[in-house]
């Protein structure tokens, strides 16, 4: 018998987290979500731009990640920017709360996925770039593009 691959579909993408942040390991971790929340994710409707992740009492909590009512579920709907529990093991929280007490770690998303019926988020264990850092990959950016903009005319 074949085993089937587990469909990932991204909800959404934190677009500036490459840009502000270094990231230094990730992990998956699944939420904890009500009814509405899931329908309104595979519609997605979800915006985690300024979210992040904390450590309260032994769990790490998701705060800021906006995730839009749903229409049709009307009184039952849920609040938008509720804090939502993210699941990890116990030794992945341990070894975060290690690091996340040393200065300057922070956990933001970098993107929510469903991988089968799953909710997932990609979590980034990143410290914040400084001004000189991102104007030094933006020139590095730029340098690389020039070099291959000039390799491509010498090839033609």
């Avoid at 587990?6 to 009500?34: C, M, P, W």
Wanted: charged share 35%; no cysteine.
């Amino acid at each position: 018998m074949e085993k089937k691959k587990s469909e990932v579909k991204i909800v959404a993408t934190n677009r500036k987290a490459h840009h502000l942040y270094d990231i230094l390991e990730t992990f998956e971790a699944g939420i904890a979500l009500q009814g509405t929340e899931v329908k309104s994710l595979r519609a997605g409707r979800a915006k985690i731009k300024d979210s992040f992740a904390q450590i309260k009492k032994g769990e790490v909590v998701l705060q800021n990640l906006h995730i839009s009512p749903y229409d049709p579920a009307s009184k039952f709907n849920h609040n938008p920017t509720r804090d939502r529990k993210l699941l990890l093991h116990r030794y992945e929280i341990r070894r975060l709360i290690g690091k996340v007490v040393e200065k300057g770690f922070t956990l933001i998303p970098l993107k929510i996925y469903f991988k089968g019926n799953l909710a997932k988020v990609e979590l980034a264990l990143a410290t914040g770039k400084k001004i000189f850092d991102r104007r030094r990959d933006i020139k590095e950016r730029e340098v690389q593009r020039e070099i291959r903009r000039a390799l491509k005319w010498k090839n033609r």
